[in-house]
């Protein structure tokens, strides 16, 4: 592959996270992101960005990394075992953001790209990403923002991008154990080369380009909504799901754990504060009835 199309990639993916950065931060009154540049041993390394604190955001974390070793880890050759002995690079924006305030929701994105080399072969490289969200007290108009918002990225690519992706997103996030969806879904999408290296990057980009107008004008709406130890309580406990999520089943948190990579960048997803309660069930006829019995199922959102 053409170097200049990976420093492309990288410039864009090193911008995603500045722009990114910038937005979330003027929400914020006084509480800003602290940078942290790192080197990994084996090669390469990152630039992990954090804002914790906030009136806003509890946490918020936007992490840039590209990445090189000698051997693709287990998670990315579980579905493509002939590329085992491949050296690498992966380069990615990933971010989680933990609002404060109960009713706005958790939200989560990440872009990626991906190549595998071996001398005398032909370079294999794909691109993967997408956004979800976790409301705890969700409301319909803002879930259906949320979709309009990416079928708007995946338009440009087909008309069966958007269905196919939310579907995989709804499918990607799913808790078994639990039976139950971590949120509302959005996109997700892996191991995607088909199209030819510009049209992906493009849709790659779009993705990521359309996050910000997913997430803040949610944010905006209820930022400013009164709650109380109720709506704080059953979001800690909410929060919990994240956690299960984000080590038993993410693929990220999986490859940067099992390729070598930075610990405190690959755990800032975490919520700073998360509950778990043995047996506990939502009143019936309650707010927080209302999630599990209309929001945590797969549904077609722009239909219904």
Not at 129 to 136: E, H, I, K, Q, S
């Amino acid at each position: 592959m053409n170097i200049r199309d990976i420093e492309a990639v990288k410039d864009y993916l090193l911008n995603l996270q500045d722009q990114i950065c910038a937005a979330l931060e003027q929400e914020e009154a006084e509480a800003h992101f602290i940078e942290d540049l790192w080197e990994r041993a084996e090669g390469g390394g990152g630039r992990t960005r954090v804002l914790a604190g906030g009136s806003v955001f509890e946490q918020a974390g936007v992490n840039f990394s590209h990445v090189s070793g000698f051997k693709l880890p287990p998670s990315a050759t579980a579905k493509r075992p002939e590329l085992a002995d491949r050296q690498f690079q992966a380069m990615g924006v990933s971010l989680v953001i933990h609002p404060q305030n109960p009713y706005v929701p958790t939200s989560h994105a990440n872009v990626r790209f991906l190549i595998a080399e071996k001398p005398g072969k032909a370079d294999v490289w794909w691109f993967g990403g997408g956004f979800d969200l976790t409301p705890y007290y969700p409301f319909k108009e803002d879930v259906i923002h949320w979709h309009r918002t990416a079928k708007t990225a995946c338009e440009p690519f087909g008309e069966t991008v958007y269905p196919v992706y939310k579907k995989w997103c709804d499918e990607y996030f799913y808790l078994k154990h639990r039976g139950e969806t971590r949120g509302i879904g959005g996109l997700f999408f892996d191991d995607l080369n088909e199209w030819g290296f510009e049209k992906t990057f493009a849709f790659m980009q779009s993705v990521g380009n359309h996050y910000i107008p997913a997430y803040l004008p949610i944010v905006q709406k209820h930022k400013n909504t009164p709650y109380g130890d109720r709506e704080r309580e059953f979001q800690l406990y909410r929060r919990g799901r994240y956690v299960e999520f984000n080590l038993v089943y993410d693929r990220g948190t999986l490859f940067g754990l099992q390729s070598g990579g930075r610990t405190e960048s690959i755990l800032m997803s975490m919520p700073p504060v998360a509950h778990w309660r043995y047996n506990w069930r939502p009143e019936a006829g309650s707010p927080e009835a209302v999630l599990y019995e209309q929001y945590l199922k797969p549904q077609d959102w722009l239909e219904s």
